[in-house]
């Protein structure tokens, strides 16, 4: 357990990043200045991008979705699949003659892409457009980073191949929804022979209660009345502080928040899914009826490859629990198919699997091959032809199987929290079931932030769809 102390960025560094933030505010002091971010990958790095956002508007920029009008443009990158990485490499190289016209321009990339030397060596060499790039774990330098770019006119690449800390007390811009993500804890420590994570988020550090309640009130006195807890593993919150409270605790803390009706949470590793968690999931009324527990593989051989410590008989036995003392839960889950050396017998028991929980819904992946990880040498014993197959087919099943249990919603009241109004249908409104299922319905906005009962008319794969009661 590494020292508390050497885990919190000292306070005096973030007062000085703040100073810096002054400072490159009154040199925009002379017009108005807007920033562009982009987000890719997981809640996360949304999280951090609103921290970014809150430093950029403290540097005295406006946020502003167009790249034309934008004089500062960020891209947090993810490195968990390949082909969220060959994106941002697209986006950024259409960028050039963006920069060409406007040379003041900074363009940055930041997030998990760049804690990996591999690819901060090729933005170096061959996006020489780009005037900043820093990891992750530099994230809070990053007034320092923007102020060096823009004062002394040169590129600014920050490296750095040291374990992650947590920075509190930045600035952060939240958009005003009525559910927000607040993290809990960062990093992970399981190494899952697949998974860059834990090479770009470094090991588990967990925030304190204190500063994680302090942000739930805060976000209730705003009006937020839903919080979702982030963390690699939220299962191991704590286990690294002194003063031991576990996530269970945790919850029941958070749910003493005046004004903070629901909480949910992501994501839990199968092994340290404890009793104690289900009986507060099912115990504690802000606690949603939601689980997200990825299985990954539905084959023991491949599991026990993938490093994931369970087998599926154990993992199948959690889920029977669960679903014994939360009947009504919703259940989904992340798959990877094709991970090396599965074979088609290995894959079928993945679909097992599926019709066995039938979850609500799952989040599938074909693997992609990640530099640095274990997996990274291991052979394939199928083509990419045969997992592209199997993953068609499962998501075949699967879709089946969503639409099935959509339709056990059909003419039921739920109680909705309103989040917004629909993307697909302007004159709809959307919100969710306690238990996180999509519900549009027609509304008036002021319905907006708060709960509606709403009886369902119609299910999807996807979404249901209903009336106001
Ligand atoms: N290839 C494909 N999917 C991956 N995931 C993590 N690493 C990889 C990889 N190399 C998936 C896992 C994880 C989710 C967030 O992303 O299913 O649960
Ligand atoms: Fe990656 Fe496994 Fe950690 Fe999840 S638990 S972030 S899949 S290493």
């Known amino acids: 357990m590494s020292k508390r102390e050497d885990v919190i960025i000292?306070?005096?560094?973030?007062?000085?990043?703040?100073?810096?933030m002054l400072l490159v505010n009154n040199i925009n002091s002379d017009g108005e200045k807007y920033a562009f971010v982009e987000t890719y990958g997981c809640a996360q790095n949304v999280n951090d991008s609103e921290h970014l956002l809150g430093m950029l508007e403290k540097m005295g920029y406006k946020k502003t979705d167009d790249k034309k009008r934008a004089d500062v443009i960020i891209y947090n990158t993810c490195a968990v699949r390949e082909n969220a990485e060959l994106k941002v490499f697209g986006n950024i190289?259409?960028?050039?003659?963006?920069?060409?016209?406007k040379p003041n321009l900074i363009i940055g990339v930041c997030g998990c892409m760049m804690q990996q030397e591999h690819i901060v060596e090729q933005i170096k060499k061959r996006y020489k457009h780009v005037d900043i790039v820093f990891g992750t774990h530099s994230l809070y330098r990053f007034p320092e980073i923007l102020?060096?770019?823009?004062?002394?006119?040169?590129?600014?690449?920050?490296?750095k191949n040291e374990d992650g800390k947590i920075a509190e007390d930045l600035p952060i811009h939240r958009d005003g929804a009525v559910s927000e993500g607040v993290s809990v804890m960062y990093g992970c420590n399981n190494f899952c022979t697949y998974c860059i994570v834990p090479y770009v988020r470094g090991r588990e550090r967990s925030r304190k209660k204190e500063d994680i309640i302090k942000e739930a009130k805060d976000l209730a006195k705003r009006g937020v009345k839903e919080i979702m807890l982030l963390g690699q593993n939220v299962n191991s919150y704590g286990k690294d502080i002194d003063a031991y409270i576990d996530f269970p605790d945790l919850l029941?803390?958070?749910?003493?928040?005046?004004g903070i009706e629901r909480i949910r949470?992501?994501?839990?590793?199968?092994?340290?899914?404890?009793?104690?968690?289900?009986?507060?999931?099912?115990?504690?009324?802000?606690v949603c009826k939601q689980l997200h527990l990825p299985i990954q593989c539905g084959s023991n051989k491949i599991l026990k490859i993938m490093n994931r410590k369970y087998t599926k008989e154990e993992y199948l036995e959690k889920i029977r629990k669960v679903k014994e003392k939360i009947p009504n839960i919703t259940l989904t889950t992340d798959i990877i198919v094709g991970f090396p050396g599965e074979?088609?017998?290995?894959?079928?028991?993945?679909?097992?699997?599926?019709?066995?929980?039938?979850?609500?819904?799952?989040?599938?992946?074909?693997?992609?091959k990640r530099r640095g990880t274990p997996a990274e040498k291991m052979e394939d014993v199928i083509t990419a032809e045969e997992k592209k197959a199997n993953f068609d087919r499962m998501i075949e099943l699967q879709n089946i199987i969503s639409?099935?249990?959509?339709?056990?919603?059909?003419?039921?009241?739920?109680?909705?929290?309103?989040?917004?109004?629909?993307?697909?249908?302007?004159?709809?409104l959307t919100g969710r079931t306690d238990g996180g299922k999509i519900v549009n319905f027609a509304?008036?906005?002021?319905?907006?932030?708060?709960?509606?009962?709403?009886?369902?008319?119609?299910?999807?794969?996807?979404?249901l769809t209903g009336e106001l009661v």
């Open 10 to 20: 000292k306070s005096e560094e973030i007062e000085n990043q703040k100073r810096i």
């Open 93 to 101: 190289g259409a960028l050039k003659a963006l920069k060409r016209d």
């Open 147 to 159: 102020y060096n770019a823009i004062t002394k006119n040169e590129r600014v690449i920050v490296f």
């Open 252 to 258: 029941n803390e958070v749910s003493k928040v005046e």
């Open 265 to 286: 949470f992501m994501t839990s590793h199968p092994k340290d899914l404890s009793d104690k968690l289900i009986d507060t999931i099912a115990q504690n009324k802000k």
């Open 343 to 368: 074979d088609n017998a290995d894959f079928e028991q993945t679909m097992e699997v599926l019709k066995t929980v039938r979850y609500d819904s799952v989040f599938s992946f074909i693997y992609s």
């Open 403 to 428: 639409a099935e249990k959509n339709a056990e919603y059909y003419g039921k009241n739920y109680e909705i929290l309103v989040e917004g109004v629909s993307k697909t249908n302007p004159d709809f």
């Open 443 to 463: 509304g008036e906005k002021d319905l907006i932030g708060k709960f509606a009962e709403v009886k369902i008319t119609k299910s999807h794969t996807w979404s």
